[in-house]
């Protein structure tokens, strides 16, 4: 985490004053007059790029993934906003019913284990809290219990914290059961996926809880354009914000002194890489033609798996090295002499914006993908429709192996940082439109 700048160190200590005048505020029965999410005598509407009190020295909820797992846009963005803010991150309450799965029974003891657990500040002003929910919103009754329980556990972490009149940042859809009832003054539901489309959810309960969050909240935001063509019906104020990328991370692979992991350093080339979460989205059929075609190169594999990979593992030439420490990509980046996105073309899919491409163009490198949407538009590589189409593009792309200082500089503008001004900007548009809304009308 980057050190506080001094005008942000001094915003915050301005909001931590007007925090606590909030609170004694409200003790008293007094009401404030202050726009949520600005600084005292900021006013919203100011240009792109110079919002001063936007979005800075506030407290903000959100609703998301798992701190611990893998760093996603989420953990990104939060982190680049907790430079000015204080974050209160809501683990995730779940909307995948659970099977009797050793993995999903493991799963569940974890978090039932977790929930007894303090809110502890993971990072400067990042706290987790590790919330108890059912995570079976199908019943009429499951749900109004886990409205009850999950409203009266953050409101408790929020009284410990001194938080007050928090913007309530929403990722995930099942938080639309207690959203509005938490004395937050702005609430953004934040989309990065089609919801619907993940395996195993309860598919009709979750469309509804999501329109729900899309009508009531003050803005939505997307990560792709067919994202924003579904949500849009539902609030006109949706706005599309494409992913960011930790440039300043991984362009190290570019660094001579990154060493390239001993596990891959000395495998047969070419290497073609990947990284990230092996899911039922990922095409194994694809990568076994992949290493079908390379036979005298190397298929590294770097992520948790989560799908059937049999097929994969019995191929000599495939490496499944398993999930690795978020520090250590840019280094296997390094040992890649090409990066795959080899995503099935599904629902689920086609509203992506997969993140691992930014990152391996920030690393430098030579990238081919399915047709995705969102990485066709982003224009930087290489795209291929079917399995010898693909061999055929991965092959010109060893023209010109490994890490690039030309690519990884298209990156540069990329940064989460950049997102994050984005982002007020469009809290500024909100704000100005009303600074207070009656949820009780919604």
Known sequence: MSTMTNEAAINSDACATER??????????????????????????????????????????????????DPLSKNHLMRALACDNRVLWVNSIGYRTPTVSRRDMSRAFKKLAAAFEPVREVERNIFVLNPLAIPAYGQASIREFNR??????????????GFSRPVNFIFNPPAALI????????????CVDEHLAFTGVAADSLARMEERLCRMADLVIVTAERLYESKARFN?????????????????????????PEEIAGLPRPVIGFHGLIADWVDVE????????????????VGKTTTDVSRLERLPNVHLLGRKPYADLPAYC?????????????????????????????????VVSTPVPEVIRLKHCRIADG????????????????????RSELMRAESWEAKVDEL???????????PFLDRGAL
């Open 424 to 434: 007020r900007s469009h809290f500024a548009e909100s704000l100005a439109r009303h």
């Open 387 to 406: 399995p010898d189409e693909f061999a055929r593009e991965i092959r010109q792309a060893l023209d010109d192996p490994g890490p690039s200082l030309a």
């Open 236 to 260: 006109a104020h949706t706005r599309l914000i494409r992913h960011g990328v930790d440039f300043q991370h991984f362009c190290r692979a570019l660094e001579q002194s990154t060493e390239i």
């Open 148 to 161: 009850g329980l999950l409203r009266w556990q953050v409101k408790r972490a929020m009284r410990r914290l």
């Open 20 to 69: 606590r005048a909030s609170v004694d505020k409200a003790a008293s029965g007094a009401s404030s007059n202050v726009l949520p999410g600005v600084l005292p005598g900021v006013l919203p509407g100011v240009l792109p790029g110079v919002l001063p009190g936007v979005l800075r020295g506030c407290d903000l909820l959100c609703f998301s993934h798992d701190w611990s797992g």
């Open 179 to 190: 959203a509005g009832a938490l004395g937050e003054d702005k609430l953004i539901y934040y």
């Open 286 to 301: 694809l990568l076994a033609h992949i290493a079908g075609n390379f036979s005298e190169g190397s298929l590294a594999l």
């Open 334 to 366: 390094k040992g890649f002499d090409v990066a795959l996105n080899p995503f099935r073309i599904n629902e689920l899919t086609l509203n992506s914006n997969p993140l691992k491409v930014r990152e391996y163009l920030a690393a430098g490198l030579p």
